[in-house]
């Protein structure tokens, strides 16, 4: 396995993001090659210096529900803005604000009457805000601030097709993991929309991730999608993938023929 793909998963597994028969493979690598335990305990220690610095650190819970996430920022807003925070501790607190506005939108809105335009107007333009600023901060340099954009859109009562388009190129390019896993949760919301099925069974094809491979795989299964069987047959040809990938893909093809 080339070294950087080594790197890349053990980072992974000192950050808490593998489970299952990943997390196994590297376990039982870290225990039985020197090369990889040499790695881990480099990389652990260096993981340990990070930690004292909690604006390095990406959020690692998916499936928030929106009040999780609200109370989130909100309490981020709390804490004291380091001098020279910049643009990411900014744009943070747009997305909390935005995430604000609709929930006092959303409240307002059970009780207005339908016949109410203007109220009606001002909703919309809230989302539209809401939908700028998730496009804004998935641009953003921070991983947390990215999440945020991703966490955020779950407010919003549909994905068009500019949101669509950016989640799926988080999920193809994000250097993130978390970020790329939170997309795909996103994504897989709307699953049944013919333009997300088609991007998640090419994604198959570009995604360099061994943990988003994996759940891409479940994911794919879980929907039936026949049109998964060739490029999971590839996956499973590919060498340059870690053995646990080109297993999955294999049960993939097993589940879906």
């Known amino acids: 396995m ?3 793909r080594m790197t890349e998963l053990i ?3 000192i950050d808490g993001y593998l489970s299952g028969e990943l997390k196994v493979y590297v376990e039982k690598h870290i225990r039985e090659d020197q090369e990889w335990k040499s790695t881990y305990e480099k990389y652990s220690e260096l993981n340990k210096l990070m930690n004292n610095d909690k604006e390095l650190e990406a959020a690692a819970q998916l499936s928030k529900d929106f009040q999780q996430f609200l109370d989130h920022e909100i309490e981020n807003q709390t ?4 001098i020279n925070a910049g643009s990411n501790n900014k744009r943070r607190y747009q997305i909390a604000a935005a995430v604000a506005i609709l929930a006092v939108g959303y409240i307002l809105g059970i009780s207005m009457n339908k016949g ?11 989302m539209a805000a809401t939908k700028a600023l998730v496009l804004n901060s998935l641009d953003d340099q921070s ?4 999440l ?7 407010a919003m009562s549909s994905m068009d097709d500019d949101i669509i388009q950016a ?3 988080t999920l193809n390019t994000d250097e993130n993991i978390n970020v790329r896993l939170a997309a795909l949760e996103a994504l897989s919301k709307y699953a049944d929309d013919e333009k997300v099925r088609k991007a998640l069974i090419e994604s198959l094809s570009t995604q360099d991730k061994p943990a988003v491979q994996i759940v891409l795989i479940n994911l794919l299964v879980q929907l039936k999608e026949k049109r998964a069987i060739e490029p999971l047959k590839k996956l499973t040809e590919d060498e340059d993938n870690i053995e646990a990938v ?4 294999n049960y993939g093809v097993f589940k879906l023929s």
């Not at 991983?143 to 990215?146: L, Q």
């Open 79 to 82: 804490k004291v803005i380091p």
């Open 116 to 126: 109410n335009t203007d109220e009606m107007d001002k909703l919309r333009n809230e």
């Open 2 to 4: 080339e070294e950087n």
């Open 148 to 154: 945020g954009a991703v966490n955020a859109s779950y």
């Open 167 to 169: 989640f799926v190129k």
């Open 143 to 146: 991983a947390s601030s990215r």
């Open 11 to 13: 980072n992974d597994y």
């Open 246 to 249: 080109r297993d999955e893909a």
